[in-house]
Antibody
Framework: QLVQSGAEVKKAGESLRISCEGFGDTFYNLWIGWVRQRPGKGLEWMGIIFPGDSDTRYSPSFEGQVKISVDKSISVAYLQWSSLKASDTAVYYC????????????????WGQGTRVTVSS | SYDLTQPPSVSVLPGQTATISCSGDNLADKYVAWYHQKPGQSPVLVIYVDVQRPSGIPARFSGSNSANTATLTITGTQNVDEGDYYCQAWDKTAGLFGGGTRLTVL
């Protein structure tokens, strides 16, 4: 139920914003997150955002490296970079995050199809 | 920082039981989720809050979490269960994944 924007090919130093939309009217009350998967590597938890009030949680590994935002008027979440690096080459998944216990446990229970980002140096 | 450690690979014969471990300090104090990812596909949640199966996940998948180790068990493993499995937990202010385990059905 989450649909992501298409593949991107960029050069190092360029900016980029990719998007994720879905869940219609309920988007406002869902946590939406982003996960990175570099080529041949594992999943990396990047961060989540609550569209209702833009409350955002970043993994320490990604704090300051990317920006997660939303436009709740159109039910779209974004992941953006101000200056891409070759090491940002990866597939990026958006997914719906569900807290089991608020701010202490949760899981991604619905995933988008992934957006492939290729950055050349 | 908190780490989740998984074995890189596990092999199992069809119909046998596969167990995949996920280790972390006092992991039993946290809830663990498990995901299955097939090549070229998005991950799928198979277990959450240690032991719960989402709707549509077969009953052959089960989970446990005790002391420092969470375990995903697949009873009567089928060829379709091949792929990568990731554990995931929450630490302080963010989530994190284990490194992943490649399950091969021989």
């Amino acid at each position: 139920q989450l649909v992501q924007s298409g593949a991107e090919v960029k050069k190092a130093g360029e900016s980029l914003r990719i998007s994720c939309e879905g869940f219609g009217d309920t988007f406002y009350n869902l946590w939406i997150g982003w996960v990175r998967q570099r080529p041949g590597k594992g999943l990396e938890w990047m961060g989540i955002i609550f569209p209702g009030d833009s409350d955002t949680r970043y993994s320490p590994s990604f704090e300051g490296q990317v920006k997660i935002s939303v436009d709740k008027s159109i039910s779209v979440a974004y992941l953006q970079w101000s200056s891409l690096k070759a090491s940002d080459t990866a597939v990026y998944y958006c997914a719906k995050w569900e807290f089991w216990s608020y701010n202490s446990s949760g899981q991604f229970d619905s995933w988008g199809q992934g957006t492939r980002v290729t950055v050349s140096s | 920082s908190y780490d989740l450690t998984q074995p890189p690979s596990v092999s199992v014969l069809p119909g046998q039981t596969a167990t995949i471990s996920c280790s972390g300090d006092n992991l039993a104090d946290k809830y663990v989720a498990w995901y299955h990812q097939k090549p070229g596909q998005s991950p799928v949640l198979v277990i959450y809050v240690d032991v719960q199966r989402p709707s549509g996940i077969p009953a052959r998948f089960s989970g446990s979490n005790s002391a420092n180790t969470a375990t995903l068990t697949i009873t009567g493993t089928q060829n379709v269960d091949e792929g990568d499995y990731y554990c995931q937990a929450w630490d302080k202010t963010a989530g994190l994944f284990g490194g992943g385990t490649r399950l091969t059905v021989l």
